[in-house]
């Protein structure tokens, strides 16, 4: 009852018309954003975090919010008209979404992503609210120990799984860490990695770091490999469902849920995993097979509300833990930092207003999703007709003046650009960025646990697994270096099994590792459509 009540105080908050109107502002900025291919709501959060310094901090997250569930549904839209991606989360709605709207079903395609992406949503959000404060009295019961272990499995986790290199991800996470070290020891007061700058010593601004890797980086990776032939987007009626379609459709949408938000609150779960599994468990459920792989409307429905559900679970550990599971949850943290606010488990006791407000306005933003996207639809796809070169240069410009406006100096700009190139070096080498976000925002934190811990102990090691949920954590982490040498020496054991992996994959579609040899997105659990393959993600086809 408690829980319910605090509740009803976010939605007191959520529902005055200030806003409101940031929560529409948020919804319709994601919207267009996720549309956009090769834009996602991390860069769009990354770049109005600056502009964000003169509100209010409740007004400010909600708006956030709206940005990150309007990104996740506006990539749907890009992958049925376009069969291009605009998330990596989306890769899955391309298969039979694109095929539906070739024969002459976009409209069917478009509603039942915009009512599977409100369903799981709202369904996601329930969740939020009645596991988070669970959550939350668990972790406020850890001690440091406890709590330094749940950030190196954080830190292992989010990295081990990324991309087709463990070692490219460490050597990202290493990235994060050390940048994260840059400024004065808190403790010992000695200047670290400062090279003698004095406007180093407080450390770089989080901002800047996240504006320059996100923004600056994909926009220099995107101008490189810019092709300046149109796009042909398949035109858009009204989008409607008629009775068989609903009938196809509210089953998937349940089954989607129940794989999108367990996935988005594990650490490294992400929304990637969870649309895949949707897509094959709806393909072997469905009376009919034979339409996967020719624009089956539950090969759309199932993926799409897996994805916005594992956006309701991402919030999970980032409001109860302080942990964040992606690219966006990872820049909404960073944004609690820039308003002096202590991520974590005390959030709920310090912030109430402010938490509850946000999980409300959750609820808000999906009903405005689905009132906003079902009669926009023809006009995000006339959105994709934007120049190239127009929308890049505008990501640059915003960077440079939000960058600028966070401590008013000119050498932000100078460490905009150095970072942008880094950024850059990342995507040309393929280096995830996601770690090195991670590793920025967690490294302090897991050094001041780890300091923690060491005191506690009087500097004996051993003080770092003295706690038994530290000690089975260790073992979890432990697994998941290990998996992939597990992984090899089962295979090598068991032998392969050619019929019965041809069984599972699903019909080729263009522009994915399910259609060699054109190669393109990779159906591989990435991060954030920021970190790999940028390149042929927002690849133009004629």
Do not use: C
């Not at 200030?18 to 529409?24: C, Q």
């Not at 220099?220 to 092709?227: K, P, S």
């Not at 679970?313 to 109860?320: E, N, R, S, V």
């Not at 995507?427 to 005191?455: F, N, S, T």
């Amino acid at each position: 009852m408690e829980t319910f009540d605090l509740l009803m105080q976010g939605f007191s908050t959520a529902a005055t018309p200030l806003n409101l109107l940031y929560a529409f502002i948020g919804v319709l900025l994601g919207t267009a954003v996720g549309v956009l291919p090769g834009i996602g709501p991390a860069m769009a959060v990354a770049l109005l975090l600056p502009v964000t310094y003169g509100l209010e901090p409740t007004s400010a997250f909600i708006m956030f919010a709206g940005i990150y569930y309007g990104g996740m549904y506006g990539g749907s839209t890009t992958s049925i008209l376009l069969n291009t991606p605009g998330e990596s989360a989306t890769v899955i709605t391309a298969i039979e979404g694109h095929r539906m709207a070739k024969a002459g079903r976009a409209a069917q395609a478009l509603a039942t992503a915009a009512i599977g992406s409100f369903v799981a949503g709202t369904i996601g959000t329930a969740l939020l609210v009645t596991f988070t404060p669970m959550v939350v009295d668990f972790a406020v019961s850890l001690g440091a120990p406890s709590y330094l272990a749940i950030m190196v499995l954080a830190l292992l986790a989010v990295t081990a799984v990324l991309g087709s290199s463990k070692l490219r991800g460490f050597a990202s996470l290493g990235l994060g860490l050390a940048i994260g070290l840059v400024g004065l020891d808190k403790v010992t007061g000695q200047q670290r990695l400062v090279f003698g700058q004095p406007l180093l010593v407080d450390g770089l601004d989080i901002v800047v770091v996240a504006v320059a890797i996100f923004a600056v980086g994909e926009a220099l990776w995107i101008a490189a490999h810019l092709r300046r032939k149109p796009l042909s987007t398949i035109p858009v009626g009204r989008p409607w469902m008629g009775k068989q379609d609903w009938k196809r459709s509210w089953k998937p949408w349940l089954r989607g849920t129940a794989y999108g938000y367990p996935f988005g609150a594990l650490p490294a779960g992400g929304a990637e995993v969870p649309t895949f599994l949707s897509y094959v468990t709806e393909k072997k459920l469905s009376k009919h097979p034979e339409e996967f792989g020719h624009g089956a409307i539950e090969g759309v429905a199932g993926p799409e509300a897996a994805n916005n559900a594992a956006a309701a679970g991402t919030l999970t550990p980032m409001l109860a833990l302080g942990l964040p599971t992606n690219a966006t949850a990872a820049v909404m943290l960073a944004a609690f930092v820039q308003y002096g606010i202590q991520p974590g488990p005390l959030l709920f006791d310090n912030e109430p207003e402010l938490v509850w407000a946000l999980i409300a306005s959750l609820f808000i933003g999906n009903t405005l999703l689905l009132l906003i996207n079902l009669p926009l639809a023809p006009v995000w796809a006339k959105l994709l007709q934007l120049p190239r070169p127009y929308l890049y240069a505008g990501i640059l410009f915003f960077a440079t003046l939000g960058a600028y406006a966070v401590n008013l100096q000119a050498f932000d700009l100078v460490i905009l650009l150095v970072l942008g190139l880094l950024g850059f070096a990342m995507r040309r080498y393929g280096l995830p960025v996601l770690p090195l976000i991670i590793g920025v925002i967690l490294g302090p934190r897991a050094e001041e646990q780890l300091r923690k811990a060491l005191q506690l102990s009087g500097g004996d090691v051993s003080g770092l697994w003295s706690e038994p949920i530290a000690v089975g954590v260790y073992i979890v982490a432990a697994l998941v270096l290990a998996w992939p040498l597990l992984a090899f020496v089962l295979r090598k054991t068991r032998g392969p099994r050619p019929e019965t992996a041809a069984a599972d994959q699903p019909a080729a579609v263009p522009g994915t590792d399910l259609d060699a040899p054109a190669g393109g997105q990779n159906l591989r659990p990435v991060a954030s459509p920021q970190d790999e393959h940028v390149d042929e993600r927002i690849k133009e086809r004629p």
